[in-house]
C-alpha cells in the first residue's frame, strides 16, 4: 500500500467514484501534454509548425554546409543518469505492484485487479516519457545544454501526477487522507490510536496466544487463559516473506504487545484487590472472634 503512495494514480487501487475521476482526468491532460512533444518532434518537410532542427545547414552561395550538432556526448549521458533517477524508482514500483498484486490473497479478485491496473498506469507513463523525451531530444538537441533543459522539462511532466497529488494534499483539508485511507481499505486517522478489542473484552476470552507474556500458568489458568503453539506450515512460511504479509504481522504484533500490558496492568489491578481482600477477610476474622467471646461471656452469666 506504501508504494507509490504520493501519487494520485494510487486512487486506481480503491473503488471510490472520485479517486478515479482524478486518476483519469491526469491520464488524460499528461497523455496530452506528451503528444504535444510527439507531434513537435515529427519530421514533415511540409508542416511549419514542426519543431525538428536540421543537423545541416547549406547556404544558397556556398558548396559547402555548415553542422549545427556538435559533440553531444556530454548531454546524453547527463540525460541517461536523469533518465535512471526520474524512471528507474516508477519502473520499480510499478513492476512491483504488478508483480505483487495477484498474490494478495487477502484481497478479493476486483481488488487485485485495481492493483494491478495502477502497477501497469505507473509503468506504462514511465515508458512514454523515456520514449518521449528520447524523441524530442533526437529532434531538437543541438547542443549539450538544450539536450539538459529538454531532458529536465520532461522529467517535470512525469511528475505530473505527484505534483497534482500535493495540490490536492495542500487543498483538500483532510479530504485526501480519507480517500487515501479508503483506498488502502483503513479506517481515517483521528488523530488517536484505536484497538479492535478492548481490555474487558481481551480478559474475557477463554483462551489467547500472547507470545513473551510476563505470567506464571497458575495466573493465567486463574483468569480462564491457555497458551496455544502456533502450528507453522510450509505454506505459512511462504506467505511471511511477502511483504504485504509481513506488514500486517508487525501491525498484530504491535496490537498484541498493547493487549499484553493492559493485561500486565490488570493484573496488577487483581493482586492489589487480592492484597486488599486478604486484610479485610483478617479484619472479619478477628471480629468473628470477639463476637464469639462476647457470646460466650453472655452465656456464662445466664
Known amino acids: 500500500n506504501s508504494v507509490g ?6 486512487f ?12 483519469i482526468l491526469t491520464c488524460i491532460i499528461q497523455v496530452y501534454i506528451l503528444s504535444v512533444f510527439v507531434d513537435a518532434a515529427k519530421l514533415v518537410l511540409d508542416d511549419d509548425k514542426s519543431d525538428w532542427i536540421y543537423e545541416f545547414w547549406c547556404p544558397r552561395d556556398s558548396m559547402e554546409c555548415i553542422m549545427f550538432s556538435g559533440n553531444l556526448w556530454k548531454g546524453w549521458v547527463v540525460f541517461g543518469i536523469l533518465m535512471f533517477l526520474e524512471i528507474g524508482p516508477d519502473l520499480k514500483d510499478g513492476i512491483f505492484i504488478i508483480w505483487t498484486a495477484p498474490r494478495m490473497v487477502q484481497y478479493t479478485l476486483w ?18 516519457s523515456l520514449f518521449v523525451s528520447l524523441q524530442f531530444n533526437i529532434a531538437i538537441a543541438r547542443t549539450n545544454t538544450e539536450l539538459i533543459i529538454n531532458t529536465v522539462i520532461l522529467i517535470f511532466l512525469n511528475d505530473m501526477d505527484e505534483q497534482f ?9 483532510g479530504w485526501l487522507e480519507k480517500l487515501v485511507q479508503a483506498t488502502q481499505g483503513k479506517p481515517a486517522s483521528t488523530g488517536k490510536i484505536e484497538y479492535k478489542e478492548s481490555t474487558q473484552e481481551v480478559l474475557n ?4 496466544v500472547i507470545p513473551g507474556l510476563n505470567m506464571s500458568e497458575a495466573e493465567m489458568k486463574n483468569l480462564g487463559m491457555t497458551i496455544k503453539k502456533p502450528e507453522i506450515k510450509t505454506m505459512d512460511i511462504i506467505e511471511m516473506n511477502d511483504p504485504i504479509i509481513m506488514t500486517q504481522m508487525k501491525a498484530e504484533i504491535v496490537h498484541l504487545k498493547y493487549n499484553k500490558t493492559m493485561m500486565e496492568i490488570e493484573m496488577s489491578h487483581l493482586k492489589f484487590n487480592g492484597n486488599t481482600m486478604e486484610v479485610k477477610i483478617s479484619e472479619l476474622k478477628e471480629e468473628f472472634e470477639e463476637l464469639k467471646m462476647i457470646i460466650d461471656t453472655l452465656k456464662k452469666y445466664q
Open 5 to 10: 503512495d504520493s501519487s494520485v494514480y494510487i
Open 12 to 23: 486506481f487501487r480503491g473503488a471510490n467514484l472520485i479517486g478515479w475521476l482524478i486518476s
Open 111 to 128: 481488488k487485485r485487479i485495481r492493483y494491478v491496473i495502477s502497477g501497469i498506469v505507473v509503468c506504462l507513463f514511465a515508458v512514454l
Open 165 to 173: 497529488y500535493c495540490v490536492l494534499d495542500y487543498f483538500s483539508n
Open 205 to 208: 476470552k477463554s483462551t489467547h
